[in-house]
């Protein structure tokens, strides 16, 4: 049922973003407690303001009302999706080419299943992660196929 109104969302919520010239970075369909959450995060290279995503939710609050996807109460919550944007797709990755990343695979590779570094090469197939090792750094090329979980990382 969440991949159903996933896609809905999906296919509601696209044209409103696009109208704004934002970018759709991710949905979530979810449930914390007893409480279910619908989330939406948009973004920019600028950034995203708290109005926008106001606008968003209300325009998408008004389509999900009129085609009624969702069976049980749920809350629409719309955001950026931080500074620790996660990256899904081949061209959130292609984006990313030259910024630090924290990437986790299925299987171990070379032991590890976790990988932080600068994402220095995307060519759709191998994610290419320059991981530093005290003072040297080591290359490590993971299948993309085989990425579990990936995301903008903060460095301090």
Known sequence: MNENV???????????????????VDIEFTQEGKNWFLRV??????????????????????????HDPITQPYFLEVSSPGAERPLKKR????????KQVYVTTYEPFNGEKSFEGV???????????????KTRIKKVELPYEKVASARLAVVF
């Open 6 to 24: 996933i896609t809905v969302t999906e296919e509601l919520v696209k044209p409103i973003v696009d109208e704004m010239n934002l970018e759709l």
């Open 41 to 66: 995060y948009i973004d920019s290279p600028r950034g995203v303001d708290i109005e926008e995503c106001g606008i968003i939710s209300e325009k998408l609050s008004e389509q999900l009302d009129k």
């Open 91 to 98: 061209t959130d990755f292609e984006k990313a080419v030259g």
């Open 119 to 133: 994402l220095s090469d995307f060519d759709g197939e191998m994610v290419v992660i320059d991981q530093r090792v």
